[in-house]
């Protein structure tokens, strides 16, 4: 791994643990103004680590409870598809449907049917879980964030572990 990638990794991992545990994505603080700011930094650390874990180990690539659709098959498809949502506001992976109805940042603490339209139906099917919801993606903290991101330090380990692969001169 080189100088630069193993940097982001090690930043990466450092700004998700602060994030999930500060207790910001917590039932007791939702609505807080700061929650949307700090899922969209989950997710593009998030995403850029899946993407380093797939280019030096291995795709994390599990598909339990994954709303599957035409960009997104597995967890890491579905992790880049609502860090697509979350950053570009005109992104179609904020839509519901074929006519652009859309939706964004909404959250289920717990079992609960979010929404229903047509074919499609959103829902968190855990009690002990949170799901976000960006358009058609969802994705619950515990598992799918919380687990794909310990299946990526997990597999990284042994690249951080590692000393620098590149020279400096």
């Known amino acids: 791994m080189n100088i630069k990638d193993r940097q982001d990794c090690e930043s990466n991992i450092r700004r998700i643990e602060e994030l999930l545990g500060c207790g910001i994505f917590y039932q007791e603080n939702a609505g807080h103004i700061l929650q949307v700011s700090a899922f969209i ?42 860090r697509d949502a979350c950053c570009h506001i005109d992104s179609f992976k904020r839509n519901f449907d074929e006519n652009g109805n859309r939706g964004s940042h909404n959250i289920a603490y717990g079992r ?29 903290f515990k598992r799918h964030i919380i687990r794909a991101f310990e299946e990526s330090k997990a597999l990284l380990a042994a690249h951080l572990n590692a000393p620098y692969t590149q020279q400096i001169t």
Do not use: P, W
């Open 41 to 82: 930094d989950l997710m593009i650390c998030l995403r850029d680590l899946m993407h380093k874990t797939e280019k030096y180990a291995q795709k994390i690539d599990f598909t339990d409870d994954i709303l599957v659709n035409d960009y997104v098959t597995d967890v890491s498809d579905a992790i880049r598809a609502v």
């Open 112 to 140: 609960c049917n979010f929404m229903r339209k047509g074919d499609l139906e959103l829902k968190s099917e855990y009690e002990d879980d949170a799901a976000v919801f960006y358009g058609m993606n969802r994705l619950y």
